[in-house]
């Protein structure tokens, strides 16, 4: 098996720091101390490849072969010498990447006659691949792509749910276990979320390996009109757990169900941001070390910390409640907080479709914590919560 290796070094940068995409923002991010997203997190699913490939578990002894281009957009995440020996240099990355690049890798990769892409990015690297498959490649030849979740927001059905999920999907495939199937390469409107909504778009599709388990399917927009009395009943119950605890710190997540939760209380939260809510004080779109410097700080005279909570509710379609759209909750914000103080919240609508919550908080020991714990708490009304397991 031919795999073709893509990494978009300059997704995710912004994550932390709170931006809601890394385009054209990468020196900003990068001079901010951003550090490298989405070169781990192929180095991660290589090395996960490299363990499965080696463990005994690849039972037809399959032979794997990389092709990319040196550098940071393939070859320097090669976690183990025999990959490397294993890689076929098509190129080299140049010295700044853009969408060009992409695209011009995507079509070397293609006359390389690679049998499957295996790339990391977000869902702007994924338009810039497809829309190059579709310029290379004739409707007969449909070449399945596999993506490394390692950019900020991931709607698009191409993605795995972690990195080592890519790894397992692409040996699946390899091995003939998977077949492929269409799906939709979903992005956010970027016109429509300047005028204050948050919106996803279809903007083609792809050919990737159909693993339910594995692969996280595409944003679903779920939220309705009709849900309005939900809503408030969902905004109550917060307001309740505030009024009978005045020092409650808040820490308001992502997405239109809580933006629009907020407005039932009295507070102007950011669409796309992370918030934070005490007492009178909103401190709107934090980053990573503003959410941290904030939660530190809400501490007694003997340095333990005082009440808080944080709200975060599930992407529709995928069930992703952490690690999508929010990488401003770190693993450090994360432990911060304290598992025990995560809430989620949910409409019936968006709760109809989902089974399990997911978890990818870029740290393998947090996240198997998170297993561990089997379960969340999940508000689906005034005074109405259920328990919705975690993903395994």
Known sequence: MRIGLVVNPDAGLGGRLGFKGSDGRAREARDAGANDRSGPRMQECLAHLFHILNSGFNRSNISVSYVGWTGRMGHEWMPEPSMVEAFEAIGATPETTSAEDTSLLVEQLIDANVDVILYAGGDGTTRDIVLALEQAQSDDEQTPLVGVPGGVKMHSGCFATTPKAAA?????????????????????????????????????????????????????????????????????????????????????????????????????????GIDISHQTTLHNDLNEQGLIDIISGHVDEHGEQRSILLLLSPMGGQGFLIGRGNLQLSPAVLRLVGMNNILGVATPAKLLGLESLRIDTGDGDLDEEFKQK??????????????LRIAQ
């Open 168 to 272: 397992e999907v692409v040996l699946a495939f390899g091995l003939g276990d998977l077949q492929c199937a269409i799906t939709e390469v979903m992005d956010l409107d970027e016109e429509v979320y300047q005028q204050g909504e948050w919106r996803v778009r279809m903007y083609g599709e792809a050919w990737t390996p159909s693993s339910p388990r594995y692969m996280q399917g595409a944003k679903e927009q779920v939220e309705r009109e009709s849900e309005e009395e939900t809503l408030q009943g969902l905004a109550k119950h917060v307001e309740s757990l505030i009024e009978e605890d005045d020092d409650l710190m808040v820490i308001w997540g992502s997405g239109g169900t809580l933006q629009r939760m907020g407005k039932f209380v009295g507070k102007d939260l950011t669409l796309l």
């Open 374 to 387: 089997r379960y969340i708490k999940v508000l689906q009304g005034f005074r109405t919560t259920r328990l």
